[in-house]
């Protein structure tokens, strides 16, 4: 038998700003690097974005280059105005009912969108947060509710409307209200739906650590729930709120001259236009104008809170 001692090795692990041995390979640190991958080339990809972006930009800017100028050069084909004017805008106001189409538009779009985000977070909790029979089918339902088309709608609402107004002796079509409910069923599945994802990137620990210091349910969706949820409330309220304010259809049937809403009162201003001698073309663009605004206003106000909230559940 051998009596020599066995080479005890020791392997020292080498440092990240140690100098690497000659003819090892280069090591990785601990931070890594982003690898950024284009699928189209450089000057494909500017290319394409220069194009997309005129395909937004001209239509606009024909949009607002038309109602600062007379209805004759605009019916000549005239992109830029021969003499700048504001006067489109201030006859707007007189031509056509366009304060009482907004005042309506607003008052039933926002109360669509905050009824609509409330419901759908109360909604929302229960489903994400309780197991009940019949769970997974009303998720289910939802999903196949935002398929049917509301075209094919219009006509069983308006039935549906008529005959209860009938049977209660109330007046439901051609009011505020009757035209807010048929915005709410197409709007309330919708937030809904965005509400149980937004929620299910919530971590349970937050409403376990509130029912242990003694919070109930219901204090556990005002007090916890309620504040962490602003980007998921925002972006149902202004997608449902989009939904009222640019419907023509069911708004064409469900209102009366007085409840119609900007939607409606752009489309008779234009149809009646058409019958005249020169339609009134600065006018239109001036109204349609004034009628996205509001929109607009809403999305910068809220564009931090579109982008949480659209993202929010995507990555845990």
């Given at each position: 038998m051998?009596?020599?001692?066995?080479?005890?090795?020791?392997?020292?692990?080498?440092?990240?700003?140690?100098?690497l041995r000659?003819?090892s390979?280069?090591?990785?640190?601990?931070?890594?690097?982003?690898?950024?991958?284009?699928?189209?080339?450089?000057?494909?990809?500017?290319?394409?974005?220069?194009?997309l972006c005129?395909?937004?930009?001209?239509p606009?800017?024909?949009?607002?280059?038309?109602s600062?100028?007379s209805?004759?050069?605009v019916?000549?084909?005239a992109?830029?105005?021969?003499?700048?004017?504001?006067?489109?805008?201030?006859?707007?106001w007189?031509?056509?009912?366009?304060g009482?189409?907004?005042?309506?538009?607003v008052?039933?779009?926002?109360?669509?969108?905050?009824?609509s985000?409330?419901?759908?977070?109360?909604?929302a909790?229960?489903?994400?947060?309780?197991?009940f029979?019949g769970?997974?089918?009303?998720?289910?339902?939802?999903?196949?509710?935002?398929?049917?088309?509301?075209?094919?709608?219009?006509?069983?609402?308006?039935?549906?409307?008529?005959s209860?107004?009938n049977?209660?002796?109330?007046?439901?079509?051609?009011t505020?209200?009757?035209?807010?409910?048929?915005?709410?069923?197409?709007?309330?599945?919708?937030?809904i739906?965005?509400m149980?994802?937004?929620?299910?990137?919530?971590?349970k620990?937050l409403?376990?650590?509130a029912?242990?210091?003694?919070?109930?349910?219901?204090?556990?969706?005002?007090?916890?729930?309620f504040?962490l949820?602003?980007?998921?409330l925002?972006?149902?309220?202004?997608f449902?709120?989009?939904?009222?304010?640019n419907?023509?259809m069911?708004?064409?049937?469900?209102?009366?001259?007085?409840?119609q809403?900007v939607?409606?009162?752009?489309?008779?201003?234009g149809?009646s236009s058409?019958?005249?001698?020169?339609?009134?073309?600065?006018?239109?663009?001036a109204?349609?104008l004034?009628?996205?605004?509001?929109?607009?206003?809403?999305?910068?106000?809220?564009?931090?809170?579109?982008?949480g909230g659209l993202?929010?559940?995507?990555?845990?």
């Open positions: 051998s009596n020599k001692t066995p080479d005890v090795v020791m392997e020292v692990p080498l440092e990240a700003s140690s100098p000659t003819g390979a280069p090591r990785k640190t601990g931070r890594q690097t982003a690898t950024v991958y284009r699928l189209l080339p450089t000057p494909l990809l500017v290319g394409g974005t220069i194009v005129a395909m937004v930009a001209i606009l800017l024909y949009i607002v280059f038309s600062m100028n209805d004759v050069e019916a000549r084909g992109f830029f105005p021969t003499e700048f004017t504001l006067a489109n805008y201030t006859k707007i007189s031509t056509l009912p366009l009482t189409g907004l005042i309506n538009s008052m039933i779009a926002g109360a669509v969108a905050v009824v985000s409330l419901l759908g977070i109360i909604t909790y229960v489903l994400v947060r309780f197991e029979r769970r997974l089918s009303i998720l289910r339902g939802l999903i196949g509710l935002q398929s049917v088309l509301g075209g094919l709608l219009l006509l069983p609402v308006f039935v549906l409307f008529a209860a107004g049977c209660l002796g109330i007046t439901v079509i051609g505020y209200w009757g035209l807010f409910l048929a915005y709410l069923t197409f709007a309330l599945p919708f937030s739906w965005v149980v994802t937004y929620l299910r990137g919530l971590p620990e409403e376990e650590a029912r242990i210091d003694g919070s109930s349910s219901m204090g556990v969706l005002f007090r916890i729930i504040p949820s602003w980007p998921g925002v972006v149902a309220g202004v449902s709120f989009l939904l009222g304010w419907d023509v069911f708004a064409s049937v469900l209102t009366r001259p007085n409840t809403t939607a409606v009162v752009l489309q008779i201003f149809s058409e019958g005249g001698a020169l339609p009134l073309y600065g006018q239109m663009m109204a349609s004034v009628c996205a605004a509001p929109v607009v206003i809403l999305y910068l106000i809220f564009q931090r809170f579109l982008v993202t929010a559940g995507g990555v845990k």
